[in-house]
């Protein structure tokens, strides 16, 4: 099984910078099958970036994804209030198709 | 648009049964994986089982905290993917949600119905 492990736990930023999301995997994520999605309070999860890097219908190109093998990043730049969420990043390689215990991002 | 909308979730004793449901509605229902996703209370996701199409066998996978104990099942003429769940602990307690698996060999989550509740407790 594939454990993910998320850095920082909580995020708390400006409006405009730029926040840097770590995930690193137990072991290699096979294929950079690997998935970011944001969650806000009472709704469903919504992908974000797929693929480590390919970014979803419809997601700002102020979010970008990188990394491969263990290691991957999701940055977002220039900050707005509506990005508060909890990020999680998922691994859809290998079964069980795990997810990261999540960054919780706030906007100051 | 594509749609997901889960039910039956409630309040059961634990060592009790509970089948969840979910509809889908928007897209060629048949063609897609369907995965469920719990999430408890104040706590990150858990991935909790799949079921493959009918060109796949309608073959399905589970999380080593459910095997056992949770089935999962579909009825393609109806849209319907449920989620039988037997021998339920207090830990099951969570919201639980369907996911439509994208078509492909990149099988990322594409769409997420909002969950249904469900509490163990005596």
């Known amino acids: 099984e594939i454990v993910l492990t998320q850095s920082p736990g909580t995020l708390s930023l400006s409006p405009g910078e730029r926040a840097t999301l770590s995930c690193r995997a137990s072991?290699?994520?096979?294929?950079?099958?690997l998935a970011w999605y944001h969650q806000k309070p009472g709704q469903a999860p919504r992908l974000l970036i797929y693929s480590a890097s390919s970014r979803a219908t419809g997601t700002p190109d102020r979010f970008s994804g990188s990394g491969s093998g263990t290691d991957f990043i999701l940055t977002i730049s220039r900050l707005e209030t509506e990005d508060s969420a909890v990020y999680y990043c998922q691994q859809y390689g290998s079964s069980p198709y795990s997810f990261g215990q999540g960054t919780k991002l706030e906007i100051k | 648009e594509v749609q997901l909308v889960e039910s039956g979730g409630g309040l059961v004793q634990p060592g009790g049964s509970l089948r969840l449901s979910c509809a889908g509605s928007g897209f060629t229902f048949s063609d897609y994986y369907v995965d469920w996703v719990r999430q408890a209370p104040g706590k990150g996701l858990e991935w909790v089982a799949r079921?493959?199409?009918?060109?796949?066998?309608?073959?399905?996978e589970y999380a080593a905290s459910v095997k056992g104990r949770f089935t999962v099942l579909r009825d393609d003429s109806k849209n319907l993917v449920y989620l039988q769940m037997n021998t339920l602990k207090t830990d099951d307690t969570a919201v639980y949600s369907c996911?439509?698996?994208?078509?492909?060999?990149?099988?990322?989550?594409?769409?997420w119905g909002q969950g249904t509740l469900v509490t163990v407790s005596s």
């Open positions: 996911a439509r698996v994208k078509l492909g060999p990149i099988k990322y989550f594409d769409y």
């Open positions: 072991q290699s994520v096979s294929n950079t099958y």
């Open positions: 079921i493959r199409n009918k060109a796949n066998s309608y073959s399905t």
